[in-house]
């Protein structure tokens, strides 16, 4: 079954009635008479914090997609990289995690050093990442396929392959790349991370988070902190990310394509500073990301606008379709001030190391008509 078909019918729909689509299981427990029936991948079946059969379409989904032996589907993206945390670290171990990264994600491995985890940090660049892998000899090496929000792109390959030579565990989230663009598991990495509410479900009316494991022994562990962390994601909201991850394919092709347009036309504009996405020659990694990707390159871009801060604020309230939030991934484009958001928890001193500036806006783009998005970035530009 080729991966496009995955996505939509890579699943077993074990309804006994015959629906098309898997039915939602809004049960907070399941009949046990003594011993508790087993799931299809053999976990106790009984109390729908610890396994819900509505779950399991979905994890079997993504974890094709990801080249994965299983998925672990939770309540948000944050739920599934604690969760991996908790159990991949402990006392006395050290994560390493580049400088620039999801600024939650960064304010949760600040806050595990309390219980004696050691935190390093490296340059978002794949020579700086390697030469501290080999300098601090992490437990865990973690790493986003592409940063947020000034979308470098590390090379995967290299930096696994490294870091399995030291002995270190990897996690890696791909939510900005998807499955489409790269699938580290394939090259050696431990798990895999997505926000689910961003391209797999894909819909902006979802929130969750999934991990993909390379190991049956790495499942069961993360099954148990699941369960004892009480993350796992709910039916409904499970049954809404499978009906948006069947469009993943199609959804992601556009946003590539309407995202490569925007990147040229702001790189033409002269109200725009800067342009940061990895599909133009001027990024400094685009020949690290054409390696990994291919043809595709994302679908968000990163630019700085001319005039500062005022200027920024500005752009944001003369938009009239593009939305101003938080937030990527979804169908509608949207507009985001990194610097009061995402890459808040960033240090100050670090945030200008990696040039998350006031003057920078972070663009994720949808599938709305490009010309239309591109009439809205320069109204809004020249006003």
């Known amino acids: ?19 098309v689509q898997p039915p939602i299981y809004l049960a907070a427990l399941f009949r046990m008479e003594g011993e508790a029936r087993k799931s299809d991948r ?19 989904v993504v974890a094709r997609l990801e080249g994965g032996v299983d998925a672990l589907a939770f309540n948000s993206g944050m739920a ?37 985890v050691r935190l390093r940090r490296a340059y978002p660049d794949t020579e700086d990442y390697i030469e501290m892998l080999k300098a601090s000899r992490p437990s865990v090496a973690f ?25 270190a565990s990897v996690v890696v989230d791909n939510t900005f790349a998807t499955p489409i663009l790269t699938t580290p598991l394939s090259y050696g990495a431990d798990v895999v991370v ?9 819909h902006n009316d979802v929130v969750g988070g999934v991990a993909v494991v390379s190991s049956q022994s790495l499942l069961e562990e993360l099954w148990i902190w699941r369960a004892m962390l009480g993350g ?27 995202a490569m347009a925007v990147a040229q036309f702001l790189e033409g504009h002269g109200k725009v500073a800067e342009v940061f996405y990895p599909g133009l020659p001027s990024h400094p990694h685009h020949s690290v990301a054409k390696k990994l990707f291919g043809d595709k390159f994302g679908a968000v871009v ?26 990527l991934g979804g169908v509608e ?50 006003s």
């Open 1 to 19: 079954m080729r991966r496009g078909t995955v996505a939509v019918r890579g699943y077993k729909n074990l309804d006994q009635l015959g629906s």
């Open 42 to 60: 053999g976990f106790d079946l009984k109390y729908s914090r610890e396994e819900n059969p509505t779950l399991r379409p979905l994890e079997e």
């Open 80 to 116: 599934a990289l604690s969760t991996v945390f908790f159990s991949l670290l402990s006392a006395d171990t050290s994560v390493l995690v580049p400088m620039e990264a999801y600024g939650a994600t960064l304010r949760l491995l600040s806050s595990l050093e309390k219980f004696g």
């Open 143 to 167: 790493f986003e396929t592409i940063t947020n929000p000034m979308l470098r792109v590390l090379d995967g390959p290299e930096i696994v392959k490294t870091a399995k030579d030291l002995g």
């Open 194 to 202: 997505h926000s689910t509410t961003k391209y797999i479900a894909g």
């Open 232 to 258: 796992i994601m709910q039916p409904f909201e499970a049954y809404l990310t499978l009906r948006g991850v069947k469009t993943l394919f199609v959804r992601f092709e556009k946003q590539c394509s309407n």
């Open 302 to 327: 990163s630019f700085r606008i001319k005039g500062g801060r005022d200027a920024v604020l500005k752009f944001f309230k003369s938009l009239r379709l593009i939305i101003p939030g938080p937030s």
């Open 333 to 382: 484009s949207i507009a985001t001030y990194p610097v009061a958001s995402a890459a808040s928890p960033i240090p100050e001193e670090d945030r200008k190391v990696l040039g998350i500036t006031e003057d920078l806006v972070r663009l994720s783009v949808g599938l709305e008509d490009v010309e239309d998005l591109i009439e809205d970035l320069d109204r809004a530009l020249n």
